[in-house]
Each structure stands twice: as C-alpha cells, then as structure tokens.
C-alpha cells in the first residue's frame, strides 16, 4: 500500500525563521507535491516535483521553497516564516502509473507566530 | 472562478441513511479525471474513488459510488449505509492533462456529520 510520511507533524516556528517540512515516500513515485489547507479554501498546490534533482512552482509558491535530493524524498522550506503561513500542509505523491491517484501524508500542523 | 465547486459546506444524516455529495467542475479537457477523497478527523486524507472522464462505467468502491453526468459537467459522490465513522470532511478534485504534473485541483469541501 501506498505510504507517505511528513515530519514533524506539528511545529511551532516564530515570525523570520527557517522551517523545514519533510516528506518521504516509499512508492517510488516520480511525482511529489506539497499543498496547504486553510478554512474557505481547498487544498492549495505549492510546489511539485517530476523526479528527483527537479522542483517547479505550484499555484502559490510565494515564500516557499522546494527541494527534492532523492525519489524518495521532497521538502518545502520556509526561509522567513510569516504568520501567514500558518496551515496545514499536506504530502503526496503520485505516478500515472498508478492511475493518477495522489496519495497523501497525514499533514504537519504550521502554527507561525 | 473556481474551476471545482462543492456547493454545500456541511451534510449531515443519522446512521443507516444515504447521502449524496455534489460537485461540479469546469474544463476544456476531454480527457480528464476526478476524484473523491476524505480527509479524517485524524489529519489523514485518503483517496476513495476515481472517475475518468472517457468512461461510462458507473464507479462504485464498497459503499462509494458515484453519478458521473459529463455534459453537466457534474459528480456526486453516494455514500449508503452511513456509519459514524464517515464523518469527516469530503473533498472532489479535477486533474486535468495539460497540468500533468501540476497536481489536482480541489473544491472547498463538505464536512460530514453522522449520527448514531
């Protein structure tokens, strides 16, 4: 079965710091993304990523950055966190292969103060 | 403009009942795909059914279905023989091919109540 794992699952970052999302999938999937959830939007695509070595910009990628060393692999990196950008953000993965199905991380609680 | 719209933002229905969750899109793909997915009270969003756009076969998974009306541009998701535990909030989304890699597209969402 598909897994997908974030770390950490929650995290309390202050206002100009570095926060570092972590994602691994064990699906050998070529694609990855990275999406925020807010109230009174659906899930927002940040980033993605075709393979490793590759990172391309979602729909909302202002403040964020992306890195993907390994299939396996894929972080988003907030350089100076914002109040903002307190969220859920979500893992996935996915692979025509597989159908197009994404399959998701469980999420990491953001809370930026 | 939204391209996926889930008109109600909460459903709620008493154990054993049927409910019906709506969602309409819009596209100029001919090929495209949808999905429905539940994202649990436990943080976890899990995929629960797909739906290709060429196809006419009525998808079902256990008590998912689904009603695929292409020229509406519509997909309801039916969930019968409700138990507590569907409770959670029901996402649809559109994937489309000209944003291959670019990931789905989600609508707001509808959070379920089921009660005993």
């Known amino acids: 079965e598909a897994a997908v794992t974030q770390s950490p699952r929650n995290k309390v970052a202050v206002t100009g710091g570095k926060v570092t999302l972590s994602c691994n999938q064990t699906?050998?999937?070529?694609?990855m993304y990275w999406y925020r959830q807010d109230t009174g939007h659906g899930l927002r695509l940040i980033h993605y990523s075709y393979g490793a070595g590759s990172t391309e910009k979602g729909d909302i990628p202002d403040g964020y950055k992306a890195s993907r060393p390994s299939q396996e692999n894929f972080s988003l990196i907030l350089e100076l966190a914002t109040p903002s950008q307190t969220s859920v953000y979500f893992c996935a993965s996915g692979d025509v292969d597989w159908g197009y199905e994404q399959y998701f991380g469980p999420g990491t609680r953001l809370t930026v103060l | 403009a939204e391209k996926v719209i889930q008109v109600w933002s909460t459903a709620s229905r008493q154990e054993g009942e049927e409910l019906t969750l709506d969602c309409s899109y819009e596209t100029s793909q001919v090929l495209y795909h949808l999905f429905w997915y539940k994202h649990l009270l436990s943080g976890e969003m899990v995929f629960l059914i797909r739906?290709?756009?060429?196809?006419?076969a009525k998808e079902r998974s256990g008590r998912y279905s689904v009603v695929f009306q292409k020229s509406l541009k519509s997909i309801s998701l039916i969930i019968s023989a409700l138990q507590p535990d569907d409770s959670g909030k029901y996402f649809c989304?559109?994937?489309?091919?000209?944003?291959?890699?670019?990931?789905?597209?989600f609508g707001l969402g509808t959070r379920v109540s089921v009660f005993p």
């Open positions: 989304a559109l994937w489309e091919p000209n944003n291959y890699a670019q990931g789905l597209t």
């Open positions: 699906n050998n999937h070529n694609n």
């Open positions: 739906q290709t756009s060429s196809s006419t």
